[in-house]
């Protein structure tokens, strides 16, 4: 059983910093790779980003050109750099391995997340 811990989560002033870091247990082979998802109470769960196998990467345009994704080279530890942070990325964080089902790739592993506070 794939296991993914997330960490790196905590409380920043908008306009600061945090970095994500997601340890992988095993990796995991899939052409969907891994992403970044978000959730704030009563609302859906959404991609934050992702990145391919190939090093492609898909970033939502709320956090586009703030936020980058990135692998270390064993691709056992997905990152998550934000930067600019607003008060609207305060959500728990969560990585997700992913699958490619029904022709869309898919969460399918999923961390325990990591809260990310922005105070104005």
């Known amino acids: 059983q794939v296991q993914l811990v997330e960490s790196g989560g905590g409380s920043v002033r908008a306009g600061g910093s945090l970095k994500l870091s997601c340890a992988v247990s095993?990796?995991?082979?899939?052409?969907?790779?891994m992403g970044w998802y978000r959730q704030v109470p009563e609302k859906e769960r959404e991609l934050v980003s992702s990145?391919?196998?190939?090093?492609?990467?898909f970033y939502a345009d709320s956090v586009k050109g703030r936020f980058t994704i990135s692998q270390d080279t064993a691709k056992t530890t997905l990152y998550l750099q934000m930067s600019s942070l607003k008060t609207e990325d305060t959500a728990v964080y969560y990585c997700?391995?992913?699958?490619?089902?029904?022709?869309?790739?898919?969460?399918?592993?999923w961390g325990q997340g990591t809260q990310v506070t922005v105070s104005s």
């Open positions: 997700a391995g992913r699958t490619f089902f029904e022709w869309k790739c898919l969460p399918n592993y």
């Open positions: 095993a990796y995991i082979f899939s052409r969907c790779g």
């Open positions: 990145i391919m196998p190939n090093g492609i990467t």
